[in-house]
């Protein structure tokens, strides 16, 4: 079924009418507030459902972008691994070293953060253990120096006794001239 015309305009004017829609921009002015405010309602309403659709649309891009850069991270890591178990085998006496099961491969693969935070509590156990043997240090040095300061007799320095108002001041030197 052709539409007989030469204007295109009217060709997608009358597409869009067999739809039920009025073609955008072809809207006919009204002057009732009320139709217009009708309008201006449901293409909000429009709007803020495009809106939460192309939000839900880029949270879904994003997510398989992670999944798909999760994924390639695994697949090297597990290249490393079989590359790795596989120069262990090669440097073992005799080249009949046995390699890891998957079993085991995954449990190690599992335990990775448990031994991480064991290696990071033992670190920080240390590096506690010389601080508290740090501040014993100067505080036992702090007591020493007390100490030494308490066993010291002080002795307080005395002024030279003030001379009487009333006495002659000392002649002064004579230089020979």
Partial sequence: MTIPTHDPMEFVRQMWSKLGFAMPGMVTPTFNQSDLEKNIADLKAVEGWLRVNLSMLQMTIQGLEMQKTTLSSVEAVGKIMRHSEKQGAA?????????????????????????????????????????????????????????AASATPKTTPTKPAAKPRGAPAKPAKKTGS
Avoid: Y
């Fill in 91 to 147: 440097e073992t006496p005799g080249g009949t070293a046995q390699a890891a099961s998957i079993g085991e491969t995954l449990q190690r693969a599992t335990l990775w953060p448990f031994n991480m935070m064991q290696q990071v509590q033992e670190g920080l156990q240390k590096h506690l253990e010389g601080e508290v043997k740090a501040a014993a240090d100067r505080a036992n040095a702090a007591v020493d120096r007390a100490r």
